[in-house]
């Protein structure tokens, strides 16, 4: 694991049965990313991902809960507790964790405030397994990072990105569209992904999967022994 990543054990753990070479799981991963306090539409993905895709593991890439949707707040954490997977902050957990580091107002009872903070600044800002970075926005440590997007219309942040960090393949979410930027000779484009799709993603280029977001019914699979990627959606009309 990266020497950066926090040091929680729960994740490596879990993280590394879906992994290439940890064992006889043949590698594949859901994505989560962005569910923005959608208890219904998060599970929905899961079941989606369990059923139809035999997905036994996943990753939530950031923003669990929604700084202006907290009415399901402590719901949807005591279903991600339960789910006990590996999960990034995002810039909506990391609001909310401020909020209730400061003794903000919010509409949560007294005691259950304590639980839900410790397990918001327990969240790492991002989770690497050999050249493979799973993260909210950009893959860097700063607060900066859960901010600025990936995809801005354009190839110059992805670019940027790819020159600075040496991994083969970033995960992430914060834009809620699924997008792929591809490294390949030196040229970094950007390109629609196709929903059901397996892309392949070749061990000689580079690559920046945006997931989408599961609040719109998006989420994805990794597969890393096939070395694919497949955009998965709830709804045919999203593809
Ligand atoms: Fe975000």
New binding site residues.
Partial sequence: MDSSEPAFGYHEKKLTPGLPGKGPSPGRIGLIA?SHGNHAAMQACIQLLQENCGVQDFIHL??LLDSLQRSHLDEMIQTLIRLNLPMVR???DFHIQNMLASGAPMQLPDNDKPGILSFLERLPMKIVYQDICFT??LPFDSIRS?YEPVDNGTTIRARQIFKETPYHLICC??SHTPVLFRFRAGVVTRERIRAEEAVFLDPGERYIIVVGASDNGECGVLDCSQKTYERICLNSSNS
Avoid: K, T
């Fill in positions: 962005d950031g923003d995002g810039n909506n909210h926005s859960l979410g914060h």
